[in-house]
């Protein structure tokens, strides 16, 4: 399965297996799993049961004559120590606030009571974390994972956004993943499938030859096992969704989904880039960020009362376990156009949390968002501050060549917000009528100022030009999507548009430009973007680190151009399948490129020694 292709037409017939003879899909599943602790379990005792069969031997039946002969034995025991460290766990709690003993009782109380409905056994913490969403996490703790502990996770924008009727729904959803056979089974799978990666990675950084051995097994066991255990999770994500229907209803769950889907849409695109604006003004990132994230999630959950058309767009993926909206609406029986509770319900923050608590995890994320945006923000308030120059610079020419005119126009769009770029953009474009991405803005203008039939001529232009520009194409599309009646003739026309931009960002770039060490700077990315990068990257359990660079524009205006640098989780069966799979999944604002960590040129090295802190870090 050397292909991505290959792996997609796999799982499309597990899927349909898995549908049409589910326990014969689970058995097959079983046994491959089995297979590779048949694997582990053969490592040691090739290893360190023939040493303590060698020792025996020569201490009971045939003392050694020669010191020499300790040799293999001292080997032999130095392997079996790297398996048997491989597969021994010891894991910390998940990221965020574990509830201590006293707080948040109404809380404590609720998720204990779904528990007991759900038939959940016991449950070792609760963890408040930063994000949108919600989690049943496995913590795995001995030889081979066979110890787990679990802990459920609620973000604490969840908590200001749903209603508690609608968190009693996700609660149960995330208990479905704990309870019964289904859970055991795949908390099994996940727990194998984190030894064989930690057993690899354990050989790999041994230096034994022994780990290439590992490697030809592991070339053919790997990616069979990734798609076989895929498709289980997803059906996982089904499994627990009836879970909620069944203690909290269909509507609840189905309600939860789409608040959820809104708020993720509204912070993407509203709150995190307003909070990225004020880089225009201030050179350090602002405080209490995520008090201005609660209240604005408070306000947001009243200001839709059913599901729109635009959120049931998203088409189901080939590395996302979960199933998209429009399908689990589906599997839930409710109709994809979702009615919300228009009554002003309190949050279940505010009804389960408590104000005191709610606030001091606010104030403690606020600070570890500004303590770990403080590098980037400052180098794109920098880049900002060049950018202005660089206008002040433009606007003292008496001429301009074509791709400076370009160049000026996104720059007075950029920064003069009173000014009218569209004039600029038109003259530009007539001298330059190949520079894809003034193309792509000027399309993107003209949909905001509600010219949709030019700004999708602008935009199928650019993508003709250069397929780099289909990611700020699909962004704008989706803009304008989202303000268009359904069943216009522009709304069919930029939907259409819209597929066409899909597959194409959904493609890995080729083509990407050459890049010197020299020409890379931290990556602008806003928090939302890292947050969906470090999303894709999680779905990799080969990933142990990931770090992101930004090539140096040759003009203010120009595609970014970005470069991800993996760090591989020890051995893989092959590497440059890995990054191409890599690449098909990631969402980047521009064009990109993907190394890996082990490579020889000069870059990588050059990387490697500069590299700080990873964007991603997988969590062990």
Known sequence: MRTEQARRRLVQRLEQEAQQAPARYRLKLALLALLGYAVMGLALTMTLGVAALLLLYLLIVRPPAEPNI????????????????????????????????????????????????????????????????????YVPNGIGGWGQRQYLVLGLPLLQVLDRRELAAVIAHEFGHFHGGHGRFAGWIYRLRSSWYRLLHGMAGSGLSAGHLFGLFFRWYAPYFDAYSFVLARRHEYAADAVAAKVAKADAMAAALVRLGLAADWMERSFWPQVRESAHAQAYPPVQVYGRLGAGLREHRHSQLHAPGWL???????????????????????????????????????????SELAERLEQRFSGEW???????????????????????????????????????????EDHRPTADALPLYRQALEQLPSHALGQCRLGALLLKRGQPEEGIQRLQRALDLDSAVAEPALRSLDDYLRTTAEASAAFEAALALRARCAALAREPQADAPAIEADELLPHDLEPGQVQALTRT????????????????????????????????????????????RLAGQLRLPGSFSVLSATGGSDLVRHLKRQAGDPVYRRRR
């Open 537 to 580: 990257l999680g779905g990799y359990e080969k990933i142990a680190r990931a770090w992101v660079f930004r090539k140096q524009a040759a003009g203010m205006s120009a595609l970014p151009h970005y470069l991800l640098l993996v760090d591989w989780a020890g051995s893989v069966a092959s590497e440059s399948a890995g990054l191409e």
């Open 370 to 412: 500004r303590e770990a945006a403080d590098a980037d923000w400052r180098a794109h308030h920098q880049r900002l501050a060049g950018e202005r120059q660089r206008l002040q610079e433009l606007d003292s020419r008496a001429a301009r060549a074509p791709a400076e005119a370009v160049e000026y126009a996104g720059l007075v």
């Open 70 to 137: 300790a040799i293999p034995i001292l080997l032999l025991g130095a392997i079996g120590i790297v398996v048997l460290r491989a597969l021994w766990f010891r894991f910390g709690i998940p990221d965020g606030h574990l509830l201590q003993p006293g707080e948040a009782p109404a809380l404590r109380g609720e998720v204990e009571r779904i528990g007991r409905e759900v038939g959940a056994g016991r449950l070792h913490g609760i963890v408040i974390n930063a994000e949108l969403n919600a989690a049943a996490a």
């Open 312 to 354: 049931l767009l998203a088409e189901p993926g080939w590395d996302d376990t979960h199933p998209t909206l429009k399908q689990r609406l589906a599997a839930l029986n409710v109709p994809a156009q979702v009615r919300l509770n228009a009554e002003p319900r309190t949050s279940a923050a505010e009804s389960l949390l408590g």
